[in-house]
């Protein structure tokens, strides 16, 4: 049977979503699990390739395996091998022909920034600080810009092997806490190599006005990644949900 797993996860200690060698990835330490589980090697495909430090609360993936365990304790009996920064959090029977990135509907990304002149050392591995107030407003406003289908070849980081760079947002949600943490929460139907990162990025840069709202139409139309903002850092980025 062919297994669809919810996985959460803390990235601070790991290389990485995708299995690679000489590092430890969390596709490294889930297949580990269940093969202490089941006692053989089971290659496991994840819905989305989270980098270095990235942290997820809606990561998902499938295996294969025939088990008698039923699939509401079969998270427990996988969890038992697992450290305490890597969670199954819900398993379920799909078809065969199922693919987790290719079946996927949307995914949800959200990117956290703490806005304060002093960084709060317990959101040191969860948010990206940034000093400078940042205009709130402006951001909402410079984030409407990027909804609706695009071509994002800007917001793309250098060597990605992607077909095609258009990708369509469905909807942006800018706001901060009573933490200091500006929460970017963004919803579609795929995303480009690090281009949540680099939106957030820009969106940091129009907020204290290193680029003006009107300029995100403009590096949407450039094509030109030296036209957007810099690349944010990783620990801000959670994958938080993805949708089938």
């Not at 495909?45 to 295996?63: E, K, L, N, P, Y």
């Not at 095609?164 to 579609?188: A, L």
């Not at 139907?189 to 907020?207: C, D, E, K, P, Q």
Request: with cysteine; proline share 3%.
């Amino acid at each position: 049977m062919k297994i669809l797993t919810t996985v959460a996860y803390d990235g601070t200690n790991y290389y990485g979503w995708q299995r690679q060698n000489g590092q430890i990835t969390v596709q490294e330490v889930l297949e580990n699990a269940i093969k202490n589980l089941f006692g053989k090697h089971i290659e496991i495909r994840g819905a989305s390739r989270t980098d270095s430090g990235v942290h997820a609360t809606g990561q998902r993936m499938v295996f294969l395996q025939d088990t008698n365990i039923p699939m509401n304790n079969l998270p427990l009996a996988i969890n038992n091998f697992l450290p305490k920064d890597i969670k199954i959090l819900k398993t379920q029977e799909v078809k065969e022909n199922f693919h987790p990135q290719y079946n996927a509907k949307n995914k949800t990304y959200t990117y956290k920034i703490y806005n304060e002149k002093i960084m709060n050392p317990l959101y040191n591995n969860y948010a990206w600080h940034v000093k400078p107030t940042l205009n709130i407003e402006n951001m909402v406003l410079a984030g409407e810009s990027l909804v609706g289908e695009h071509n994002f070849l800007s917001f793309c980081a250098r060597g990605a092997t992607s077909k095609t760079f258009v990708r369509t947002i469905y909807s942006i949600d800018i706001q901060k806490n009573n933490d200091n943490i500006i929460e970017i929460t963004i919803n579609g139907n795929g995303f480009l190599y690090n281009m949540v990162r680099i939106i957030s990025g820009t969106l940091a840069y129009i907020g204290y006005g290193k680029l003006k709202v009107e300029d995100m139409k403009h590096i949407i139309d450039a094509k030109d990644r030296t036209k957007a903002g810099i690349t944010a850092p990783p620990q801000g980025l959670i994958l938080k949900q993805i949708n089938y």
